[in-house]
């Protein structure tokens, strides 16, 4: 059976955000946008994330590889909203 582990995002899971942020066909799912992303905004973005003291931010690993990333985000009040990309 898969082992399968959540974990705090560290500095070092930058390059797997890089990669998920410049696949055309992941950001038409996800986000709908199609245009390419600058190393400026992935480290903006990523330095975000890991920065973040409101929100969960845990990366997926399965069989200790990295598979995708998974966040619980506080919005209005007592409202959350989970994002899962794998």
């Given at each position: ?25 992941l ?13 400026y ?23 200790r ?14 409202w ?7």
């Amino acid at each position: 059976m898969p082992k399968v582990l959540l974990r705090k995002i560290r500095i070092s899971d930058r390059k797997y955000f890089a990669r998920w942020w410049r696949d055309k066909e992941l950001l038409r799912v996800t986000s709908g946008m199609l245009r390419k992303i600058t190393d400026y905004e992935i480290d903006k973005y990523f330095s975000k994330i890991l920065n973040d003291k409101k929100n969960l931010q845990y990366m997926i690993a399965v069989n200790r590889k990295t598979v995708g990333h998974i966040s619980l985000n506080q919005r209005n009040g007592d409202w959350y909203e989970t994002q899962i990309v794998i």
